[in-house]
């Protein structure tokens, strides 16, 4: 099946510092991905949607100016927490649709766990 | 908030023992899909049932959908161990590509 991949799987950082994390389609185009966030024990909330060559869309609630969001090409797309702070701390998701019509699973990456000091 | 119900919330049972969650949803629906999320990781697809159908089954699970009701259940069989994870299900809502999960079921399966 198609690949996703994520990276980091982990990351560390101060408060006030930034942090990208990256997902890749490895074997097909994604014009299309999806941001999640999970705190522990809960389910994935949609935070936007990645759009190939044109603005994300972000869900209600989410702040555009501090989760960054590009899609630079068919097969990246990343996500840059802004100024961290330690209530960003979560587990951050991507997932790409699966290609042909609507009645195709989702792919995702492995997950980022994102701690902020 | 659209995201859906899941129960139960937890799930403890015995290897070879049966596994059932619920799932219950609010809109109009394409897709249902399931997903298993061991911890800390991603998920991995599980099984997808389409609005037209009413039941679907892969190895030793099975899927029903009941539309009027808003409702799927997710059945594992003989359960295993290695079965120990959460699982969430998911709805693709017609024109949208975007899934929306429900709230998940932690299942432990005990040797």
């Known amino acids: 099946g198609a690949v996703v991949s994520q990276h980091p799987s982990w990351v560390i950082c101060k408060s006030g510092t930034s942090v990208k994390i990256e997902c890749r389609s490895l074997d097909f185009q994604a014009t299309t991905m999806f941001w999640y966030r999970q705190f522990p024990k809960q389910s994935l909330m949609l935070m936007a949607t990645s759009n190939e060559g044109s603005k994300a869309t972000y869900e209600q609630g989410v702040e555009k100016d501090k989760f960054l969001i590009n899609h630079a090409s068919l097969t990246l797309s990343t996500l840059t927490v802004t100024s961290a702070h330690p209530e960003d701390s979560s587990f951050y998701i991507c997932?790409?649709?699966?290609?042909?019509?609507?009645?195709?699973?989702?792919?995702f990456g492995q997950g980022t766990r994102l701690t902020v000091v | 908030s659209q995201q859906g119900e899941e129960d139960p919330q937890a799930l403890s049972i015995q290897e070879g023992e049966n596994a059932t969650m619920n799932c219950s949803y609010k809109t109009s629906i394409n897709n249902l899909q399931w997903y298993r999320q061991n911890s800390g990781r991603g998920l991995v697809h599980l099984i997808l049932?389409?609005?037209?159908?009413r039941e679907k089954h892969s190895g030793r699970l099975r899927v029903t959908l009941d539309t009027s009701k808003k409702s799927s259940s997710l059945l594992i069989t003989a359960s295993r161990a290695a079965d120990t994870a959460s699982y969430f299900c998911a709805t693709r809502n017609t024109g949208f590509q975007k899934l929306v999960f429900g709230t998940g079921t932690r299942l432990l399966v005990s040797p």
């Open positions: 997932s790409a649709p699966g290609q042909g019509t609507q009645n195709t699973e989702a792919f």
């Open positions: 049932i389409r609005s037209n159908e």
